[in-house]
């Protein structure tokens, strides 16, 4: 057994994952933008943009915000198989709009779990994040890890800086996109897409730290994604920390 883990290790199939270190507390509140999405949804677009520029803008000035673009599959019988679309990532968002009690629609963005925002309304997204960086340090928990990557899958061992009960979720994220779309509302457009969901595990009942491995879609390479390690209270869903790696 130990010269098989030998040879995988040798061609890039298998890494040891260094043991979780002790993780201090959170030191700045932490943001997540959940944006559900579709390449066919026409108004869709504007609100891509917005979560591009908005966490573009949070990676330069050192802020922990951090997008993800979940796409559905309902827009798919319109005219346009969008290729990122999964049920998995309709039914989150079906999850959503059953504890916040809204409807379900393209673009909607859900900030920290709680609160439910038209993705192209940039100003009231801006004062949702304002607001969130006003809550105190000790209403978020810290999360570390490390990440090793190979040519087939990434596996991210993270850790928390307090046990639960939460809800661990670990999202592969091709970090940008550039589709020709040729029906539907968008036909004849070239759309770009950035953090857009390729991959996505919840661990519904999380020790203090665990591990995770997700394979690396056809065609994507490793060094074209990134891991958002995001928690969430089991009670109200509210998100309380979150690292990218």
């Given at each position: 057994?130990?010269?098989?883990?030998?040879?995988?290790?040798a061609?890039?199939?298998a890494?040891?994952?260094?043991?979780?270190?002790p993780v201090?507390p959170?030191?700045?509140?932490v943001?997540?933008?959940?944006?559900f999405?579709?390449?066919?949804?026409?108004?869709c677009?504007?609100?891509?943009?917005?979560?591009q520029?908005?966490?573009?803008?949070?990676?330069?000035?050192?802020?922990?915000?951090?997008?993800?673009?979940?796409?559905?599959?309902?827009w798919?019988?319109?005219?346009?198989?969008d290729?990122?679309?999964?049920?998995?990532?309709t039914?989150?968002?079906r999850?959503?709009?059953?504890n916040?009690?809204?409807?379900?629609y393209?673009?909607?963005?859900v900030?920290?779990?709680?609160?439910?925002?038209?993705g192209?309304?940039r100003?009231r997204i801006?004062q949702?994040?304002?607001?969130?960086?006003k809550?105190p340090?000790s209403?978020?928990?810290?999360?570390?890890g490390?990440?090793v990557?190979?040519?087939?899958?990434?596996?991210i061992?993270?850790?928390?800086?307090?046990?639960?009960?939460?809800?661990?979720?670990v999202?592969?994220?091709?970090?940008e996109?550039?589709?020709?779309v040729?029906?539907?509302?968008?036909?004849?457009?070239?759309?770009?897409n950035t953090?857009?969901?390729?991959?996505?595990?919840?661990?519904?009942?999380?020790?203090?730290?665990?591990n995770v491995t997700?394979?690396l879609p056809?065609g994507?390479?490793?060094?074209?994604?990134?891991?958002?390690?995001?928690?969430?209270?089991?009670d109200?869903?509210?998100?309380v920390?979150?690292?990218?790696?």
């Amino acid at each position: 057994m130990h010269y098989v883990l030998i040879l995988l290790t040798a061609f890039g199939l298998a890494a040891p994952l260094r043991p979780p270190k002790p993780v201090g507390p959170a030191t700045k509140p932490v943001v997540v933008l959940e944006l559900f999405t579709s390449q066919g949804c026409s108004s869709c677009p504007p609100a891509d943009k917005a979560l591009q520029e908005i966490t573009q803008q949070a990676a330069k000035s050192g802020q922990a915000i951090y997008g993800l673009s979940f796409h559905v599959d309902y827009w798919n019988r319109l005219g346009w198989q969008d290729p990122f679309s999964t049920k998995q990532y309709t039914d989150r968002q079906r999850q959503y709009d059953r504890n916040l009690n809204t409807q379900t629609y393209t673009p909607q963005l859900v900030i920290n779990g709680r609160q439910n925002v038209i993705g192209g309304q940039r100003k009231r997204i801006e004062q949702a994040i304002q607001t969130i960086q006003k809550q105190p340090v000790s209403s978020f928990i810290g999360v570390d890890g490390s990440l090793v990557r190979n040519a087939r899958q990434v596996t991210i061992n993270y850790a928390l800086s307090a046990a639960g009960p939460y809800r661990v979720n670990v999202a592969l994220v091709q970090k940008e996109a550039q589709t020709v779309v040729k029906n539907g509302e968008n036909g004849g457009r070239t759309l770009l897409n950035t953090n857009v969901v390729r991959q996505f595990r919840t661990i519904d009942n999380s020790d203090a730290s665990g591990n995770v491995t997700l394979l690396l879609p056809d065609g994507l390479t490793a060094d074209q994604t990134a891991v958002l390690v995001y928690v969430q209270r089991k009670d109200d869903g509210q998100i309380v920390g979150a690292k990218q790696f």
